[in-house]
């Protein structure tokens, strides 16, 4: 079916670690991705996007890989700082005849310093 | 400042008691949308508006009614709320539908409701 999941619930790191968070989706035709952070009692903020036509794309900090042989999209988040705790989660823009996002469950960042 | 607002930003009610969370932004964006965050579930998508008098129905839209007689405004309306419509609730808006650009998708801080 059409969903969107992530791997691991919660992930602990050590502050100066980089982190991954992976994410699964099921939608082969899916042309456009969006991670999201989420802090504690605040909306989702943007942090990167990626289209299907790339694998790699960088910004500052993060860094979004998307594997669409196997379906899989990661955000790899170098020299975790405390303020990067929050939850995060993928969607992905379904390419139907009703273009819309999905969004997947959520994955929390724990950063230890 | 860009931004979008809603309010209350949390509410305990009453089963069956009509109550309206109201959603503003002031970037003009014509797109805006409403969403339910419940643990294990993510964001699901209640009511969706693509401009003014235009609205239609997201993955959820059972027991909520929408809005959109202001560009500005998405007033989110639940006419006889039920427990199971307790969640943490969001307004969106954007630009286009599908919020493409960095610049274009902007979420309300949230709505906490409890249905007792």
């Known amino acids: 079916g059409e969903s969107v999941g992530l791997h691991l619930p919660t992930l602990s790191v050590q502050e100066g670690d980089n982190s991954i968070i992976n994410c699964a989706y099921s939608n082969s035709a899916s042309d456009y991705f969006i991670w999201y952070k989420q802090e504690s009692g605040k909306g989702p903020q943007f942090i990167i996007d990626?289209?299907?036509?790339?694998d790699k794309r960088q910004g500052q900090r993060v860094t979004v890989l998307l594997n669409k042989t196997v379906k899989h999209l990661s955000l790899q988040i170098a020299a975790t700082q405390p303020g990067d705790s929050a939850v995060y989660f993928c969607?992905?823009?379904?390419?139907?005849?009703?273009?819309?996002?999905?969004f997947g469950t959520g994955t929390r960042l724990l950063v230890s310093p | 400042e860009a931004q979008v607002t809603q309010n209350p930003r949390y509410l305990i009610t009453v089963t069956g008691k009509k109550l309206t969370v109201t959603c503003s932004q002031n970037m003009n964006h014509e797109y805006m949308s409403w969403y339910r965050q419940d643990p294990g579930l993510g964001l699901r998508q209640i009511y969706y508006s693509m401009n003014v008098e235009v609205t239609d129905k997201g993955d959820v839209p059972e027991g909520y009614k929408v809005s959109r007689k202001e560009k500005r405004n998405f007033p989110l309306i639940l006419e006889s709320p039920s427990p199971n419509q307790t969640s943490l609730y969001f307004c969106?808006?954007?630009?286009?539908?599908?919020?493409?650009?960095?610049?274009?998708?902007?979420f309300g801080p949230g709505t906490r409701l409890l249905v007792l």
């Open positions: 990626i289209r299907s036509n790339m």
């Open positions: 969106a808006s954007s630009l286009d539908r599908r919020g493409l650009s960095q610049e274009t998708q902007y």
């Open positions: 969607a992905e823009n379904l390419v139907t005849s009703f273009q819309k996002l999905v």
